[in-house]
């Protein structure tokens, strides 16, 4: 049966239960990437003696997302065609299982092989969650849902690292029992979620089932970018400090809170800046995050480092969140799960290219400040072309996020 005909409840009575449970799913793909962040060394050592360790244990980090680029575009096809509400609830209880798995796995390759599960699991869990808060909410509601999805991630990813940090002290295991937050999810989802129907869509569905490739071929290399920008400081903060003498965990614990909480903020200054012309928000995000790139390349203290990585996170908030934003505001039910599937897949396939790109820098002579710098520049680059953004996906220049989702001057 398809998505559409299934409901018994109107989407108008989603709240605060419905749009906070929706929320918690979203971190979940955030816990999945930071948690073992801390643990990694602990890793290492116990499994030193196999081949290529250098190469796996960072693996066990990075594999999950890379699934939830390989997946989510299938997930977003599978919700078109079924449904939202059921592949939540199933993958819930999945990312518990193979999210807990490795409290009694011996073989590393065995964890790794449960991480690829858990990786699946988070592709289902972000592209069902986006979609539904796209479903339950119109206009305004949308997009303050939307920018507090980004906004909760940013947040997320400070305290999972924090809490990964300290759970890794009594055990390199000890962080794998919070994976089991899906089992408690899954019954919360299957009581207050539901099935949305067509008939409540707001938006005219005469092609309900066309998808707008024109408009998609400009936002997901868009969310590429706005995906590099999101975990460039994050992963390069600890590298860049220690470039300028400052190695203490703390100061570089609480510069990545900062720098995180400037993402969050830049997130939910979009509600702010909602009615002002997409153009013109996306060549701000895009700007913002360029200068500051482009700053750490001249700085040398803790306080502008911080500063310039704070600039890149709070363009990378606002980035996020009117891109899902311009993205869905115009779309019909049916094609929604296709769309924040690829979004998702973009945004993440731009957080692994992230370091990568970086290297390749590096790897051309520049140390990381100038490597930063330089990425930079490209952001200014690509802020250019995102200020035509618009009329490169056949709208209208002046195409403004309204109370009303995307109107026309």
């Known amino acids: 049966m398809a998505a559409t005909d299934v409901s018994a409840t109107g989407a108008s009575s989603a709240g605060v239960t419905q749009g906070c449970l929706l929320l918690t799913g979203s971190c979940l793909p955030i816990l999945g990437a930071v948690l073992l962040g801390p643990v990694l060394p602990q890793i290492q050592n116990q499994y030193a003696s196999l081949p290529n360790i250098e190469v796996l244990v960072p693996a066990t980090l990075t594999v999950p997302g890379l699934m939830i680029t390989l997946f989510s575009p299938f997930a977003g096809m599978v919700m078109d065609r079924f449904g939202r509400k059921s592949p939540l609830v199933i993958a819930f209880v999945a990312y518990g299982i193979f999210g807990t798995l490795p409290l009694w796995l011996d073989s590393l390759y065995a964890i ?7 990786g699946v699991a988070e592709a289902v869990v972000m592209t069902a969650c986006t ?3 796209s479903d339950y909410f119109f206009d305004a509601e949308r997009a303050k849902w939307l920018a507090l999805q980004t906004a909760a991630a940013a947040v997320a990813a400070t305290i999972f690292f924090g809490v990964g940090g300290a759970l890794g002290a009594l055990n390199w295991k000890a962080p794998f029992f919070l994976y089991a937050v899906g089992f408690l999810l899954f019954p919360l989802a299957a009581f207050v979620l539901w099935e949305p129907r067509v008939e409540q869509d707001r938006i005219p569905s005469a092609s309900a089932d066309r998808l707008p490739w024109r408009l998609l071929a400009v936002v997901f290399p868009l969310a590429v970018v706005a995906g590099i920008c999101v975990l460039l400081i994050p992963i390069q903060a600890g590298f860049l400090l220690q470039s300028i003498g400052v190695t ?3 100061v570089v614990g609480i510069a990545s809170a900062v720098t995180q909480g400037a993402t969050l903020l830049g997130a939910l200054t979009f509600r702010l800046v909602m009615k002002a012309d997409v153009a013109r928000i996306f060549l701000a995000g895009f700007a913002l995050a360029g200068i500051g790139a482009i700053s750490i390349g001249t700085v040398a203290s803790t306080s502008g480092l911080v500063v310039s990585g704070s600039v890149v996170g709070f363009g990378a908030g606002l980035l996020l969140t009117s891109l899902i934003n311009w993205a869905v505001a115009s779309l019909p039910l049916p094609v929604r799960g296709r769309v924040s599937g690829g979004f998702t897949a973009c945004v993440f396939l731009g957080e692994f290219l992230s370091p990568l790109i970086v290297f390749a820098i ?32 056949g709208t209208r220049h002046h195409v403004k996020l309204t109370e009303h989702g995307i109107a026309a001057d």
């Open 112 to 118: 790794l092989a449960s991480r690829v599960g858990l």
């Open 131 to 133: 979609t539904l808060i």
């Open 362 to 393: 590096r790897g051309a002579g520049a140390s990381l400040p100038e490597a930063v710098a330089i990425l930079g520049i490209g952001l200014l680059a690509v802020a250019l072309v995102a200020a035509f953004a618009p009329a490169l996906a």
């Open 248 to 250: 203490a965990p703390e």
